[in-house]
């Protein structure tokens, strides 16, 4: 944990968004609020047919992230101090879950109803963020990555081949792919359960399911 003294309005903005899980506390003259990444917590399915889960998932990741403020206002001298967990975990910067502000959604709209094309939009959010368009574009590559490997039934491996290697360099010289076993154990996994709760949230909203099986035999001589 690291200490940071000042004026609240001028922290260090990031990607990141925290939410307050809990009211004000007060002790003597010291102000206490806890928040808390928004992305830590469980996935809560609400309503007579639970909640319809938006198409990119839920924010929430079903666990923890440690990623956490403390804020400790003087009452008297309006000094804060923050004390702060900067490291995040059980998630990534997902391109779909990056919090965004008020006024900012509204000037999206203002370009969305001026005709401003959504790529140009997408561009000018991202310049804002750290890293601006490096990470946009790391993310954007990634996930068209794990996805290829998924549609077209390739082995997680194929980010080690000298050919595919070669090919990415040709693409973008300075992009990096993930490694077999960040797509095994992180990526994968995070694209089924993406993918579950889609249609987890499609099945919540059917009143009927049909379910069928295809059975066949084959002929090639296997075990002979």
Not at 59 to 78: L, Q, R, Y
Not at 83 to 110: K, M
Not at 158 to 172: A, Q, S, T
Request: glycine letters at 6%; charged letters at 25%; a positive charge.
């Amino acid at each position: 944990m690291s200490s940071y003294i000042g004026n609240w309005t001028n922290k260090k903005k990031t990607s990141s968004s925290y939410v307050q899980h809990s009211s004000n506390r007060k002790y003597g003259t010291i102000l206490y609020q806890y928040l808390y990444c928004n992305r830590s917590g469980k996935i809560r399915l609400r309503g007579e047919g639970k909640k319809h889960l938006k198409t990119q998932g839920s924010s929430k990741i079903d666990a923890p992230c440690i990623a956490n403020m403390k804020v400790m206002t003087d009452t008297v001298t309006g000094s804060v101090t923050v004390e702060y967990c900067s490291t995040h975990t059980g998630h990534l910067l997902e391109l779909a879950h990056l919090p965004i502000s008020s006024e900012l959604r509204l000037n999206i709209a203002a370009k969305l109803h001026d005709g401003v094309p959504v790529d140009v939009i997408l561009d000018s959010i991202s310049d804002s963020m750290p890293n601006g368009k490096t990470s946009r574009h790391r993310m954007i590559l990634d996930d068209a990555l794990v996805n290829m490997i998924v549609t077209d039934l390739q082995p997680a491996s194929i980010v080690e081949d000298d050919g595919f290697l070669k090919f990415l360099k040709v693409l973008d010289p300075k992009y990096i792919p993930p490694s077999r076993r960040t797509i095994m154990r992180d990526r994968l996994p995070r694209l089924y359960a993406k993918k579950e709760q889609e249609v987890r949230g499609i099945l919540d909203q059917s009143k009927w399911c049909t379910i069928t099986t295809d059975l066949w035999t084959s002929r090639a001589p296997w075990g002979t």
